[in-house]
C-alpha cells in the first residue's frame, strides 16, 4: 500500500460536477493499493497515518496527531501511485492491485480510519474525480509497507 498524504485546510473532491467528499482542516489521503496487500498491512498504515505526529503545537513545533487536533479525513483512491515511469513515456500500471482487490482493501481502509471516530469522507472508487485542496504547510508525506 502506498499513500501520499497532505495537510490541508480544506479539499473538496467531484465526481461529474457533484460534490462526495469535503472536508475542513486534516489530511487528504490518496491511497493506491498492491496486489499482495492485505487487511493487516492496510489497518497498520491507517493507524500510523492517525498516529502522524504532523500538526503543530502552541510553539509552532509539529508535535500533534490527525487525533489530538480532531482533523479531518478525504481519502482518495489513486492507482497510479503504482505507475511506474522508469521506462518509455507511458507509465506502466501493471504493479497495481486488480480493481476488485483495490476495491475491497480501499473500503477496509476507510473503515479502518472511520473506526478513529473522526470525520472521513471519500472520493468514489473508480470514478474520474477532480479533487481541490489547499495544502496547509505545505506538508506532504509518501508512506508505504
Excluded: W
Excluded at 12 to 38: S, T
Excluded at 100 to 116: G, I, M, Q, T, V
Excluded at 133 to 142: A, C, E, S, W
Aim: net charge neutral; with cysteine.
Amino acid at each position: 500500500m502506498r499513500v501520499v498524504i497532505q495537510r490541508v485546510s480544506q479539499a473538496c473532491v467531484m465526481v461529474a460536477d457533484e460534490v462526495v467528499g469535503r472536508i475542513a482542516a486534516g489530511l487528504c489521503i490518496f491511497a493506491g493499493f498492491g496486489p499482495a496487500d492485505q487487511n493487516s498491512n492496510v489497518a497498520m498504515l491507517a493507524q500510523r497515518i492517525l498516529d502522524l505526529r504532523i500538526f503543530e503545537d502552541a510553539q509552532a513545533k509539529m508535535n500533534l496527531s490527525l487525533l489530538d487536533v480532531k482533523g479531518e479525513i478525504l481519502a482518495v483512491s489513486q492507482f497510479t501511485l503504482y505507475g511506474d515511469c522508469s521506462r518509455g513515456h507511458r507509465p506502466s500500471l501493471t504493479g497495481a492491485a486488480p480493481p476488485d482487490c483495490a476495491e475491497r482493501l480501499y473500503n477496509y481502509f476507510l473503515d479502518c480510519l472511520k473506526a478513529s471516530g473522526l470525520k472521513v469522507t471519500a472520493g468514489r472508487f473508480r470514478a474520474h474525480m477532480n479533487v481541490s485542496l489547499t495544502n496547509d504547510g505545505p506538508v506532504t508525506f509518501i508512506l508505504e509497507n
